[in-house]
C-alpha cells in the first residue's frame, strides 16, 4: 500500500493521544465568536463536545474563556482514553510485544540499507540515542520520529487539548472516562503504514519539512471550530484507503456515539474531549448525533 503524507499528518493527529500519554511519562484571550465546542441539552443534563489537538505550542494557550466555562460545569470529563491506565505494568508489556521486533528480527534486516541510514541519521538529528533502533517496529519508528519532530518546532504532547484537561480533572477531583482502552489505541497505531512499512517510514520523514504550515493550518482551523475545514484537513486524506477510514476514523465515532447518547440520560453534566477530526464530516459526532434527532448547538 503505498501511504499520502497527508494521511500519515491527518491520522497521526486524529490519535496520537495515546502516543502523547508516552511522551509526557496568566491573563484570558478575548472570546472567539466560534470555538470547536458544542452542546447537546437535554430534559436532564448538558452534554459538551469539545475538539481536541493532541500538539500544541505554548502561545495557544491560554485557551478561550468558553473551555474553561464547560469544564467547570461538567462533573464528568470523558477522554479518548484515560492517559493514567497507560502507566501500568500490563499494558507496558503490550507496548514491548506490539512495538518491538520478536528475537531474531530487526529493523535493519527489514528495510533497506539506505532507509536504515536515513532513519538512523534522522534519530541522531532528533537527539535521541540510536541503540534500540535495531528492534523497533517501522509503524513505532515513524510515529517516534513524527512526534518528536512534532515537539523540535514547537507542538509539546503536553500541551495537547486532552492532557490539559486530564490534569485539571484530576486536580479537581472530577469523575474521568475513557472512550478506549490503551491496548485497542496500540492496536491502531500499529496499522499504519499496511503492507509496505518501508514506504511509510520513507513518507514519513519527506513531510518534515511541511508539517510546520500544515500544524497551523490545523490549528487555526481548531481555533475558530471550522469543521469543515477541519474535515478537509483531518479526513480527507483518508478517501483512497476506505477500510482504514473505516476501522479508525467511522467506527470508532459510531462507537462513541452510543456512549454520547448515554451520557445524555444522566442527571449530571458530562464534557466529552476527543480529536477534532471526530466532530467534522459527515459520519463525525456532530452530524451523527444530528440524524439521531438531538440538536447539537454551538457553545
Known amino acids: 500500500m503505498k501511504t499520502k503524507p497527508f494521511r500519515i499528518i491527518g491520522f497521526t493527529l486524529i490519535s496520537i493521544v495515546l502516543f502523547a500519554a508516552f511522551l509526557s511519562a496568566q491573563e484570558?484571550?478575548?472570546?472567539?465568536?466560534?470555538?470547536?465546542i458544542w452542546k447537546i441539552e437535554s430534559d436532564s443534563n448538558?452534554?459538551?463536545?469539545?475538539?481536541?489537538i493532541h500538539f500544541l505550542k505554548e502561545a495557544d494557550y491560554p485557551l478561550d474563556d468558553k473551555y474553561d466555562l464547560c469544564f467547570e460545569d461538567a462533573e464528568n470529563v470523558v477522554f479518548e482514553l484515560n492517559f493514567d491506565s497507560t502507566q501500568t505494568p500490563a499494558f507496558q508489556q503490550y507496548t514491548v510485544l506490539k512495538a518491538f521486533y520478536p528475537q531474531g528480527e530487526t529493523f535493519q534486516g527489514s528495510v533497506s540499507d539506505s532507509t536504515y541510514t536515513l532513519v538512523k541519521t534522522k534519530f541522531l538529528e532528533l537527539g535521541v540515542p540510536v541503540e534500540k533502533l535495531n528492534t523497533l517496529q517501522p509503524w513505532f519508528i515513524a510515529i517516534t520520529m513524527l512526534s518528536l519532530n512534532l515537539q523540535k518546532i514547537g507542538f509539546d504532547p503536553k500541551l495537547g487539548v486532552d492532557m490539559h484537561f486530564f490534569e485539571m480533572a484530576k486536580e479537581a477531583q472530577k469523575n474521568i472516562l475513557g472512550l478506549e482502552t490503551p491496548e485497542y489505541q496500540l492496536d491502531l497505531l500499529s496499522t499504519l503504514g499496511g503492507e509496505d512499512q518501508e514506504d511509510f517510514i520513507i513518507q514519513t520523514i519527506d513531510q518534515f519539512d511541511d508539517m510546520e504550515s500544515v500544524l497551523q493550518d490545523l490549528v487555526d482551523a481548531w481555533d475558530v471550530?471550522?469543521?469543515?475545514?477541519?474535515?478537509?484537513?483531518?479526513?480527507?486524506?483518508f478517501e483512497e484507503y476506505p477500510a482504514l477510514k473505516q476501522s479508525l476514523l467511522i467506527?470508532?465515532?459510531y462507537n462513541w456515539l452510543e456512549d454520547v447518547i448515554e451520557y445524555t440520560k444522566d442527571n449530571e453534566d458530562y464534557l466529552v474531549i476527543v480529536g477534532s477530526g471526530h466532530l467534522a464530516g459527515e459520519e463525525g459526532l456532530v452530524e451523527l448525533l444530528e440524524a439521531k434527532g438531538y440538536s447539537v448547538e454551538r457553545f
Do not use: F, H, I, Q
Open 28 to 36: 484570558s484571550k478575548a472570546e472567539n465568536e466560534n470555538v470547536c
Open 225 to 237: 471550530g471550522d469543521l469543515e475545514k477541519l474535515d478537509k484537513l483531518l479526513n480527507k486524506g
Open 251 to 253: 467506527d470508532r465515532n
Open 46 to 52: 448538558t452534554v459538551y463536545l469539545m475538539g481536541s
